[in-house]
């Protein structure tokens, strides 16, 4: 979960809660740029906002329950200091009549489209609320929340139809994202201070449905003044991805990351789920990433899909053993209502399902302790995220920010977040490090 957010106790203002993926996010920063342009100002909690927005998700029941949960405590907040709250995102396009008709705490809500457009939604909505004056552009970068990267949109929707996922519907078909937009977003982000880019869509690589087109773009990204780092995240793992990592060995701004989710190895699997690819080509992909120095690999399987059985989940042990993923996400199967999978037979228990994640946690995490003792000693490239209550928290260019690995720095060093140096891991924990920063 994430906050954006700051207090001024002078004027309207709003507050926002982020659930979900890098995708959520930025939607919320739109919003949040269009809210401030219509005169609120960031709060820095739901208690001091006079607007909570909560952006929802609802991928899997997981995240459902979390959505509910964050609603329901937001409505403890409203009771309490008497604040509008609005739920907007995944959760609100998919179950928006349930909210409607069940959760009356919650005062305004939409789905999944204008995002860009929430200043003046709420200004319609809330009339005898809003007697503010429009923000300047100019002025916009004195009150935005700034970090060292920005998440940046690229397409939204999906046309893939994996039989287990239930964003085609809330998302509707792949639809890019006009590339001024995407530039300008980038532009904006740089004006502000950001260092970094990271590339979201429900599927980057698809952009543009051509090569050629994806390639320019990020040509145009790369040229833009002050981009230091550009960072490809949902890359779907097929031919586009394999070309696309020529890209990668030949600009020096593109990170060497590669996140691409699997999902599974086991052909019969893949099958079932209507994705494409094997293990054949999968380890072909992954070994062609490496060549790239010092490139780490973020994946992510899904464990308990109906009619997997235990040699299936041999070949993703085998897989992850054979290719040492640095990073790994494992779902328990979770059947969505209005996909596909959510009718099928061989219906694997929750507790089987628990017992084949925690199965290939386990194999994972031996490897990270081989992996995280390779990285003593080393110096890496890394940029600082944040400072917070004294301690520095910087992130190696291998890991993506709010998603992997930290490398927390000493404190007394004259650091501000978006300084890039060098740094040397001492130790590390479960999956987060500890080094010393050596120069800028």
Avoid at 37 to 56: C, I, K, M, W, Y
Avoid at 257 to 267: A, F, I, K, M, T
Avoid at 295 to 307: A, D, V
Wanted: aromatic share 10%; glycine share 6%; net charge negative.
């Amino acid at each position: 979960m994430e906050h954006i957010g700051r207090y001024k106790n002078n004027q309207k203002t709003f507050y926002i809660t982020t659930l979900g993926c890098p995708k959520n996010t930025a939607d919320s920063m739109h919003m949040q740029k269009s809210l401030l342009t219509e005169g609120l100002r960031l709060a820095d909690s739901p208690e001091n906002s006079d607007f909570h927005l909560v952006n929802t998700c609802t991928f899997i029941q997981s995240a459902n329950e979390e959505t509910i949960e964050t609603i329901l405590e937001a409505g403890n907040i409203k009771r309490n200091k008497k604040n509008k709250l609005i739920v907007v995102g995944c959760f609100a396009e998919r179950y928006g009549e349930i909210i409607g008709k069940e959760l009356p705490e919650v005062d305004y809500y939409w789905g999944t489209k204008n995002f860009k457009e929430a200043g003046n939604l709420i200004k319609k909505s809330f009339p005898n609320e809003f007697h503010l004056s429009r923000l300047e552009d100019s002025k916009l970068k004195e009150t935005f929340n700034t970090k060292p990267y920005t998440f940046v949109k690229i397409s939204d929707g999906c046309n893939r139809d994996c039989h287990f996922c239930i964003i085609p519907k809330i998302r509707g078909k792949f639809r890019d994202t006009p590339e001024e937009d995407i530039i300008q977003d980038c532009k904006e982000a740089l004006v502000r201070g950001a260092k970094e880019i990271c590339l979201v869509s429900q599927d980057s690589v698809f952009y543009g449905k051509s090569n050629e087109l994806l390639y320019n773009l990020i040509q145009k990204i790369t040229d833009l003044p002050g981009l230091e780092l550009l960072r490809f995240l949902y890359l779907y793992p097929d031919k586009k991805t394999l070309k696309l990592l020529d890209v990668f060995k030949t600009n020096p701004k593109i990170v060497p990351y590669l996140e691409s989710p699997l999902q599974h190895v086991s052909e019969n699997l893949l099958k079932a789920m209507n994705r494409t690819g094997s293990y054949t080509f999968f380890k072909d992909l992954f070994l062609k990433a490496r060549e790239i120095p010092g490139l780490e690999i973020r994946t992510s399987f899904i464990l308990g899909y109906p009619g997997e059985t235990s040699k299936d989940v041999d070949e993703i042990i085998r897989f992850v053993t054979d290719l040492k993923p640095e990073k790994l996400a494992l779902f328990s199967f979770s059947p969505q209502e209005g996909t596909v999978a959510y009718n099928l037979k061989d219906v694997i228990s929750d507790k089987e399902i628990a017992k084949r994640v925690n199965l290939v946690r386990n194999v994972h995490l031996e490897l990270l302790k081989e992996i995280h003792q390779k990285r003593i000693g080393k110096i890496y490239n890394c940029i600082v995220d944040e400072i917070s209550e004294g301690t520095i928290i910087a992130r190696r260019f291998q890991d993506a920010p709010e998603i992997d690995e930290v490398v927390y720095l000493e404190s007394d060093l004259a650091l501000k977040p978006g300084d890039i140096g060098s740094v040397k891991i001492e130790s590390f924990s479960e999956y987060d490090m500890d080094g010393v920063w050596i120069s800028e």
